[in-house]
């Protein structure tokens, strides 16, 4: 599913017109972005948690040479899906 196909299913589940579904999806994404880069994390009970965590620098390998590489710090996002929402795509039989 992709951002049109969400607005269109907002839509019809609303009754709003696409540009009032549209700009509902793209203030939840502004909002959840914005949270994220304040570092605050976004919980939706039973669908899951979004937030930042801080991945430490490590060494690696270049996969064509085998050197060795230092792989700096960085942040990153992680989600931690709900009870309800594991839930539901466990039991679902659409494969």
Do not use: Y
């Amino acid at each position: 599913m992709h951002k049109t196909d969400l607005v269109t299913a907002v839509a019809q589940r609303t009754g709003l017109n696409n540009d009032k579904a549209d700009a509902v999806v793209s203030a939840f994404i502004e909002l959840v972005t914005n949270a994220l880069s304040r570092n605050e994390s976004v919980a939706l009970t039973g669908f899951g948690s979004f937030a930042v965590v801080q991945r430490a620098a490590r060494t690696g390998r270049n996969p064509s040479t085998g050197a060795e590489i230092m792989i700096a710090a960085r942040q990153d996002v992680v989600f931690k899906p709900g009870k309800t929402f594991k839930e539901a795509v466990r039991h679902s039989t659409a494969l």
